[in-house]
C-alpha cells in the first residue's frame, strides 16, 4: 500500500504569515494532485504536478514536485483567512491502476485575523 | 450543472442496519469513486468503477457493496452496518480511467455524514 505523510496536521497561523506544507512519501508516482477541502464541502483539486522538479504558482500558493517525484510542498505566501480549509495531497500512480489516487493524510489549516 | 449530487446528506443507524448511499454525476464522466473519510486518515477509496458495468474494489472494500446502475449513478451499500463505518462518504466522478488521458482532476460531491450507534 502507497502511503502519504502530510505535515504538519495542523496549523493555525496569523493573517500575513507564510507557511509550508509537505507531502511525502517511500512511493514514486506519475503526478502529484494538491486538493482543498472547505467544512461540510468535497475536495476541490488546485494544482496537478506531472513533471519531476515542476514548479507551479496559482496566485500566492507555490507547488512543487520533487526531482525523484515522491515528495511535494505547497508553499502559501501571505496567508488570508480565506486559506483556512483542509489541503490534502494526492498522488497517482498510473501503474495500471488508472486514475485510482493515493490520499495523503491531510493538513488542517487556519489562518485568524 | 449539479456536478456530483449526494443523498443523504446526514443518516445515523443502528448497529445491524442496512442502508444505501445514492450518487449521481451529470458531466458524463467514465469514472467514479467512493470513499470515506474519517480524522488524520485523509480519504481511502472503498471501489471505484471504470465504465458502467464494471466495479473493482479500492483499499478498504470489506462491509461494502456497489453498483454502477448507469453512466450517472454509483450506489453504496451498507448490509449490516456497523459502529466502525461511522465516516463521511464521499463520491467522486473523473472524465477517463486511463493515466494517459491526461486528464485526471476527480470532482466530488458534499458527502454523507454516517454515523452509526
Known amino acids: 500500500t502507497q502511503l502519504l505523510e502530510q505535515s504538519p496536521q495542523f496549523l493555525s497561523i496569523q493573517e500575513g504569515e507564510n507557511l509550508t506544507v509537505y507531502c511525502n512519501s517511500s512511493?514514486?508516482?506519475?503526478?502529484l494532485q494538491w486538493y482543498r477541502q472547505e467544512p461540510g464541502e468535497g475536495p476541490v483539486l488546485l494544482v496537478t504536478?506531472?513533471?519531476?522538479?515542476e514548479v507551479k504558482k496559482l496566485k500566492r500558493l507555490t507547488f512543487q514536485f520533487g526531482d525523484a517525484r515522491k515528495d511535494s510542498s505547497l508553499h502559501i505566501t501571505a496567508a488570508q483567512p480565506g486559506d483556512t480549509g483542509l489541503y490534502l495531497c494526492?498522488?497517482?500512480?498510473?501503474?495500471?491502476?488508472?486514475?485510482?489516487?493515493?490520499f495523503g493524510t491531510g493538513t488542517q489549516l487556519k489562518v485568524e485575523l | 450543472n449539479a456536478g456530483v449530487t449526494q443523498t443523504p446528506k446526514f443518516q445515523v443507524l443502528k448497529t445491524g442496519q442496512s442502508m444505501t448511499l445514492q450518487c449521481a454525476q451529470d458531466?458524463?464522466?467514465?469514472?467514479m469513486y467512493w470513499y470515506r473519510q474519517d480524522p488524520g486518515m485523509g480519504l481511502r477509496l472503498i471501489y471505484y468503477?471504470?465504465?458502467?458495468?464494471?466495479?473493482d474494489k479500492g483499499e478498504v472494500p470489506n462491509g461494502y457493496n456497489v453498483s454502477r446502475l448507469n453512466k450517472r449513478e454509483f450506489s453504496l451499500r451498507l448490509e449490516s452496518a456497523a459502529p466502525s463505518q461511522t465516516s463521511v462518504y464521499f463520491c467522486?466522478?473523473?472524465?477517463?480511467?486511463?493515466?494517459?488521458?491526461?486528464?485526471?482532476?476527480?470532482?466530488f460531491g458534499p458527502g454523507t455524514r454516517l454515523t452509526v450507534l
Open positions: 467522486a466522478s473523473s472524465n477517463d480511467l486511463l493515466w494517459a488521458s491526461g486528464s485526471y482532476e476527480q470532482f
Open positions: 512511493s514514486v508516482f506519475s503526478s
Open positions: 504536478v506531472v513533471t519531476g522538479g
Open positions: 494526492a498522488g497517482e500512480s498510473g501503474a495500471g491502476g488508472g486514475n485510482k489516487l493515493t
Open positions: 458531466m458524463n464522466h467514465n469514472s
Open positions: 468503477s471504470a465504465s458502467e458495468g464494471t466495479t
